[in-house]
């Protein structure tokens, strides 16, 4: 159990790779009690151990973005061991679907079910335990620069070399989620809903083949896990700064 008054985080997909990174870094340099989800229970409990090893503050939740019932009973958990969460990290994902011979409308429902649909769900779910925070409410969504609509439209950018069009269309639609939600609490300032782009990190996404270390990609979303009330709302960005639309 959380140390009462401790900030209470939920990560998705915190299992490996940036969803990892950011679970030790909420803990380690903030002191955050982290729930660490993920949809394989072996795995996530595992992770979890490493991290309580360092003496870090988290727990292992079993937590499936396909399945509404799995998403139910982590809700359920949640409300009766805590009551409230005050950050929510949806970092859960998928690149493709797992079999390599799907077709395009396979592909995209896979896709964009797990990364917007799950997300969306999660994120609907969470809401009321977020509500009851008396800290500053904060939602990232862990996106990706290759969903900049500003960028695919803009002769000579570099997002136009990706090559993974239904990861890409799912991070789109995943900021125009993240956006919808900044419109509608925009008159509350202790709600923030944010998109954040860990860059090219080497995570089991893309085979490894990041140029960056996870915990160089989990900075900017620390960043906006921690913001207060005087942070921004609907914000894109990486380390570097704000990413356009």
């Not at 009851?132 to 609509?149: D, L």
């Not at 609490?185 to 085979?207: H, I, M, R, V």
Request: glycine residues 10%; neutral net charge; aromatic residues 6%.
């Amino acid at each position: 159990m959380a140390s009462a008054g401790k900030t209470i985080a939920l990560v998705t997909g915190a299992n490996q790779g940036v969803g990892l990174a950011v679970s030790k870094i909420l803990s380690s340099d903030h002191g955050y009690h982290v729930i660490m989800a993920g949809r394989r229970e072996q795995a996530v409990q595992a992770s979890a151990d490493q991290l309580k090893k360092q003496g870090l503050d988290v727990e292992p939740l079993v937590l499936d973005l396909g399945s509404d019932s799995s998403i139910d009973a982590a809700v359920d958990y949640v409300q009766s061991h805590y009551g409230v969460i005050d950050v929510l990290v949806n970092n859960a994902g998928i690149a493709r679907a797992s079999d390599p011979a799907a077709d395009s409308r396979t592909t995209y429902e896979t896709v964009l079910g797990t990364n917007v649909v799950g997300t969306m769900s999660v994120t609907e779910k969470f809401l009321p335990l977020l509500a009851k925070s008396q800290k500053t409410k904060r939602v990232v969504f862990v996106s990706s620069g290759s969903g900049s609509m500003t960028n695919w439209a803009t002769p000579g950018s570099l997002t136009r070399n990706y090559k993974a069009p239904a990861y890409a269309v799912s991070k789109s639609a995943l900021n125009a989620l993240c956006l919808q939600y900044a419109v509608e609490y925009e008159d509350d300032p202790t709600w923030k809903f944010n998109a954040g782009c860990p860059g090219y990190c080497s995570t089991n996404l893309n085979g490894f083949s990041g140029s960056n270390a996870p915990e160089t990609g989990a900075q900017i979303i620390c960043k906006l896990a921690t913001l207060d009330n005087d942070g921004p709302s609907g914000v894109f960005m990486n380390r570097a700064g704000r990413i356009p639309w």
